[in-house]
């Protein structure tokens, strides 16, 4: 049976460069986020969105996502009405997925909410990949050419690593990509002689 890891980590953490590293490896890895963007844009959640959010809040047949954001980021009730869209629509469509991958004996799940979401309950394993809070606002700036209060607004919504580490079975350190890359392949290593055994 598939082994299914949960990999999460706060914004600018770098799990992304971690989930590619597995890639590299050779595992499979659903990208929830990436996946979520994508359903987001599907003739069902943009109905139920309209329904719920207003048509005020699209462009012709584009969701203006920025604006949809600037709401659920200012009104918890309005979160929680979004996130009861679109989070079973991604739990349908990974369920699918992991369908199209049952040959696969590990696959990786990576999600920037895991533990905020309730969904870590439903995985074998989890890592968690943590950052100093300093290096993870420079990055996400550079990134997404963004500012420090709105890095901080993010990083504030989300668990802190302390809460993640104390949760997790496995924690990758990211300060020095090799050495992060190192720390994944020995976790990998790991996993398989679990998987071997089970
Ligand atoms: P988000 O939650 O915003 O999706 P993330 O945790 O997935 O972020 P990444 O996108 O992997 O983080 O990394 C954030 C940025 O930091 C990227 O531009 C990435 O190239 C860079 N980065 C990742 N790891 C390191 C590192 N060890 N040293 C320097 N830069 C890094």
Known sequence: MTKIIGLTGGIGSGKTTIANHFRSLGISVYIADDEARKIMQTPEVIDAIKETFGETLFEGAVLKRDKL???????????????AIVHPAVKRHFKQWLLEHKEFPIIIYEAAILFESGNYKDFDSIISVTAPLESRIQRVIE????????????????????????????????????????????????????????
């Open 69 to 83: 954001a600037e709401i659920v980021f200012n009104d918890s009730e309005k979160l929680q009405q979004l996130n």
């Open 143 to 198: 990134r997404d050419k963004t500012t420090r209060d709105q890095v901080l607004g993010r990083i504030n919504s989300q668990w802190t690593d302390e809460q993640r580490i104390s949760k997790s079975d496995y924690v990758i350190e990211n300060i020095d990509c090799e050495i992060a890359k190192k720390k994944t392949e020995e976790i990998l290593k790991i996993l398989r002689i679990k998987q071997k055994d089970s």
